[in-house]
Every structure is written in C-alpha cells, then in structure tokens.
C-alpha cells in the first residue's frame, strides 16, 4: 500500500511538471563557457598596485598564476548582456534596513577586546607606525643620527 | 676678454630677474583663492552607529568597544535609530533634501586604528543633498562691517569614526585606542564656495552654533566632537578651478582661519617662484603655525568602494507624520526644529534694535545670549547697555582669566542684580568689572551686594561726605583752584581726576562735578 502509494505520488508529479514549463532547465546547459577568452596576462605594474592594496604579496609565478586563473574564472560571466538592468546590491533590496533605539547594551570588556593581541602597552594596541608628517619623520632620523653621533 | 664676458652675463641674470619679477607681481593680483571645507561632526548619542558600545570621550582605554567595533569575524552592523535622526534633523536645519532611500558602502583602506580594513560610509546615496548655510563674516580687527557668506552643501552622510593613535616616534610605532572607533558622524561636504580663512571660520563658528541649538553634536573642536577639512586652491578669475590640497583636521576655529590663511600664502609664493601646487594631504602644525605635507595613506588612492552587503537600504517616510521603528517619518522630526542662530540675530536686531555687529557676538557667545534674554525679558534695562556690559566688561573679565565663557559661574541673580545697581547708577563701572572679577571666586550665588558692601566700594552719594572730599581737594590745591579762578576752565576736569583718585572712584561723580562747581563758583 505504501509503497504504492509513494510511486503514484511520484508519476504525478512527473505528469505536473510536463504540463508546467519551467525555466529551470531539466539537463545541464553550458552557457558560461560558450565565449573562450584569451588567456589572461596580468603585467607587473597592476600586481605591485594590487599587492599594495590588498597587503597580499603573489610576486612568484605560482601567485600570478593563481591570480590570472582567477581573473578568467570571473571574466566568463562578462558576455551576458546586462542593459537595462539595476544592478542588485542585496538581496534584501526591497526590506527596511532596521534600526535599533539608542541604548548602551555593549562594550566594557576590555579583557575581552585585548585578548587576542600579541603586543599591548598600557592597554593600547601596539602597531606599526602609520600616516604621520613627513617632517616628524625627518626629526627622527636626525634624531637617530644624533644620537648615534653621541654613542 | 674674460671681465667682459662676465659683465654680459650679470646682465642676462638680471635681466631674467626682471621678467620673473614683473610676471609674478601680474599673477598674483590676478590669482583667486578657492575654499571648500568638508565637516565631520561626532553625533550626541549614547551608543555608536551600529553597535551597542558607549560612544563618549575620554573613556577607559579600549574599553568602549564592542567586538563588532572591533571587527571580530561574524559580528553584523545594526544602525542606531538616533544617528538616523540627528543627521535628518541636521540635515532640514541646512535646507538639505532627504533622501528617501540612501544606503551605505564600504571605503577600504589599510590602518590600524580602522580594525576592519573599511569603513562604512555613504557613498553611491547619502542621507541628504543640497543644502546650503548662511552665516554673516565679521572677525573684530579684521572686518570693519559684517557682511553675508552662503555656501552650498553637496551631501550630508553618516559615517563611522576611525580608532586613534597615539604616534610613539621615538619607538615607531603606534598605540592604538579603539574606543572612538565606530562613533557616529556626519560628514558634511561643501561646495567651494568661499574666498579665504576668516569665511571658513565663520562658517565653521555658524555650523557649531546650529549642531549645538539641534543637540545633534557637543561641537568641542578641542575634543575632536566636530573637525574641518579644508581644500585650498588657486586660480585665476573666471578660470575653473586648479590643483588643490587638503589640509586635514583641523582642531579649532582660529585654527581654521590661519591654516587656510598660510596654506594660501604658501601656494601664492610658491606659484610666483615658477613652483606647481600638487595635489597632496597636509597637515596643520597649530604651533609653528605652518602646514606641512603628509606621507600619504597609499600612493594610489583607490579606496575601492562596494555596496556594503549588511545592509539593506535606508528608507525613511518624506510626506506623513507616521512612523515605524524601522522607517522615521521625516515631517514629524522637522517639527522640532529650534529657532536656528540666522533667526535669534535677525529676532536681536528687530526686537531689541542691536546694531548686526553685536547681535553677531552675542550670538555667537550662547551663554552671554542666555544672559541677554534673561536681563531684558522684562522690558526694563535698555538692551544696548546690557550688550555692551556682557560683550565688553564680563568678556574682557573672562578672557583676563582665560576662562571659557561656557565656565563662566556667574548666575542670572548675580547678573541682574549688578546690572541694575550699574544701571541705576549706584556703581560705576570699573567697580562693575572689579565685581565681576570677584563673582567668579565667590561662593555660589554670592549677591554682588554683599561683595561691594564687605570691599567698602559702595558709591558714595551722601552730599554731606561728597562736600567734604571736595573741600579737601580744593585746598589741597591751591594752583588749580587759582587757574580755574582766572578762566581756565579746563583745570576743572583735573580737580574732578584728583577727587576720584582721592576716594578710589566711589563718589558718584555726577553729584560730586555739580557740587565743586557750585563750591568753586562761590
């Protein structure tokens, strides 16, 4: 009976989806392949800006490989023909962002925050020295010569 | 041969001297400076944008600071609700569009006090467009007369604040504190619509002035709750606008006015020199009074914007005065828009007949406008007299002892009460200032009564006394009395100087000059 039963079910949704069309196709089509682009060449000036960029270093020929193969991967979908559409930032274009009242319901948990820094200082984050004046930096390499002079 | 050679060739040198000379002089009266500023002004709420973390100053090192603030992985933004209103009623205070949908984006790059890597911004649809400020320019030296400054607004948008860092040169390297880090701001974009520092600061004076009246912002430069960028340029009349350079965060109004003022003087002599402006970040050094260039953040500036994919769109409702906790009805919050500081100058000159000049300072100055309101609501002192005591004598007091006129203790009582005894001529005025000066030590709400009467600076008007101190002036100099005698009407006035001198300015002079004129005459 039950096995009966469960066959039926499946014949009849056989039936319904040849009197409905979808659009999702029933075998696989290839549609992303149909364009072959030329093989990628990345020239050395755009790897030193990337690199710069993104703090990533690829300068051997695996990483620029790897790079290129990337940047193929992606190029594949640039035939399809997007005139006239908006692009779609979110798929949740079409909800409010929500908002929540103003109210201290996080925070104080300094342990917490500093706990996975290998150099603190007075409960500072310790970094590399960043954006400072350009003269700041000149004082200190004099400094520096100075008081090397001085050892 | 050789002397010859040489003489020829001074002339060449001073002949191209000469042409450089005359061409520099011709570019300089024709060159025009161009300002725009941009604004970031730290919104007044109680946590930051989007998280739950306290957004205040000078907190525990590192201590208000959530894990989203600092950028653990799988924490999520969530906007606070009051950021949302403070910008919108910032926004309609400057006549800005609101947007009905904006959004937000990411702007990268790579420093240690900004732990995500981005920040989020508002880029591609800001919160609101096109507004514009009106401020009135007068600096007391430098303007002789007040005159009218407009300049548009491009875009107002909320941002997040970065961490900061505390530069260790001596070590290299840099201490980072994130509580700032995620604080609410505005940024505020300006067309380049001004000529020089003094409209700068004058406009930055006027937006402190407006975020201040609308509690959206402290507007502290000295705490960084509200700091200026500013672009300067050069071009010449009519041209479009030439290669600038952008001088970062500047901490004060005055700092504003000299660090365009040099930037200016700078770029000038640089152009006269054959030299080219590029266009680079500066920085103003407020005690050597200079700007200087900074390393730039990244030599490509590539800030590579996305959409920020946390967030869907914000939408706020521009026609009703309904509203939901997600969507806020944009009308309901126009409602609360206080009377602005273009409105309380323009109320000052009609209602109490101020010249611009002084409704200008009192305005600018909101304690000493709260002062003014008080002591006038009642129609019975003249306006102009109690404006010029507060902008001249209680100014001049506070600035002696340097202190903020936000500081200043003084109560409405105490100011009332002395205010009447100068008005009613029961003080004069230096005993005025020296009061004041006593008011700020004193004990909370001290009556000024009781300081003159226990310093002995009450004003004499008792005829009796007043006849004998001019009796004792008159023969304690003879000369004088004789020169008047003869004619010399002149001396009269030198006989009434020693006869304050004599009683340290407490005599009512009025009663005093009527009764050694008539003991004179006798």
Known sequence: MNFNNITSKILFFRLLSKRFSTKIPAAPVVTLENRQSPKLKVDSNTIALLERLSLVKCNNIEGVEVLEDSISFADKILHINTDNVEPLYSVLENENLSLRFDKVTQGNCQTDILKNATVTEDDYFVAPPGNIPLHEVNDNECNQSLKENEN | ?522
């Open chain 2, 1 to 522: 041969m050789k002397y010859i050679g040489v003489t020829n060739q001074l002339k060449k040198c001073t002949k191209v001297i000469n042409i450089k000379r005359d061409h520099s002089t011709a570019t300089n009266k024709n060159l025009q400076s161009v300002v725009g500023l941009e604004v970031h002004a730290q919104l007044n709420t109680k946590s930051k944008l989007f998280s739950g973390a306290q957004n205040t100053f000078g907190g525990l090192v590192n201590n208000c600071v959530s894990l989203f603030d600092a950028a653990i992985p799988g924490t999520l933004p969530v906007l606070n609700r009051k950021c949302v209103e403070l910008g919108i009623l910032t926004a309609l205070a400057l006549s800005c569009k609101v947007n009905e949908v904006s959004s937000f984006d990411r702007k990268h790059y790579f420093y240690a006090d900004l732990p995500a890597g981005y920040q989020i911004t508002q880029q591609r649809a800001p919160l609101a467009i096109d507004g514009v400020i009106n401020f009135q320019v007068f600096t007391p030296g430098v303007h002789k007369k007040p005159y009218n400054k407009s300049s548009k607004i491009k875009q107002i948008q909320l941002e997040q604040d970065s961490g900061k860092s505390l530069h260790d040169s001596d070590l290299k390297r840099s201490l980072v504190d994130l509580n700032r880090a995620g604080a609410p701001l505005i940024e505020l974009v300006f067309e380049p619509d001004l000529e020089d520092g003094e409209e700068a600061a004058a406009l930055v004076k006027e937006l402190v002035l407006i975020v201040q009246r609308l509690g959206a912002c402290t507007g502290r430069m000295e705490e960084g709750a509200l700091r200026v960028d500013a672009n300067v340029s050069l071009r010449r009349y009519g041209e479009p606008l030439s290669t600038r350079t952008e001088i970062k965060n500047i901490g004060s109004i005055r700092g504003v006015a000299a660090a365009i003022r040099h930037e200016i003087e700078r770029q000038r002599s640089l152009l006269e020199y054959g030299g080219k402006i590029i266009n680079e970040t500066r920085s103003w050094d407020a005690v050597n009074k200079v700007t200087v260039a900074m390393r730039d953040k990244e030599v490509v500036q590539d800030y590579r914007y996305m959409p920020e994919p946390n967030l869907p769109p914000l939408r706020v409702n521009l026609r009703t005065r309904e509203e939901t906790q997600d969507v806020l009805s944009v009308p309901l919050i126009k409602d609360r828009i206080p009377e602005l500081p273009e409105d309380s100058r323009r109320k000052l000159i009609e209602q109490f007949s101020l010249r611009p000049e002084v409704a200008i300072q009192l305005v600018n100055e909101p304690v000493l406008l709260h002062y003014f309101l008080e002591l006038t609501n009642q129609n019975t002192r003249n306006p102009t007299k109690v404006a010029n005591l507060l902008l001249n004598d209680l100014l001049t007091v506070l600035n002696k002892r340097k202190v903020d006129v936000e500081d200043c203790v003084i109560t409405i009582r105490q100011i009332r009460e002395l205010t009447d005894m100068l008005l009613n001529k029961q003080i004069n005025l230096e005993i005025c200032r020296k009061v004041l000066d006593e008011l700020l030590d004193s004990a909370n709400d001290t009556s000024p009564l009781d300081i003159i009467t226990k310093k002995g600076w009450s004003i004499v008007t008792d005829e009796e006394e007043i006849i004998k101190h001019c009796t004792e002036v008159i023969e304690n100099n003879p000369k004088l009395v004789k020169q008047y005698k003869e004619g010399k009407v002149k001396v009269f006035k030198a006989l009434l100087g020693i006869l304050a001198k004599n009683t340290s300015n407490k005599v009512d002079m009025s009663i005093a000059a009527a009764k050694m004129e008539e003991m004179l005459k006798k």
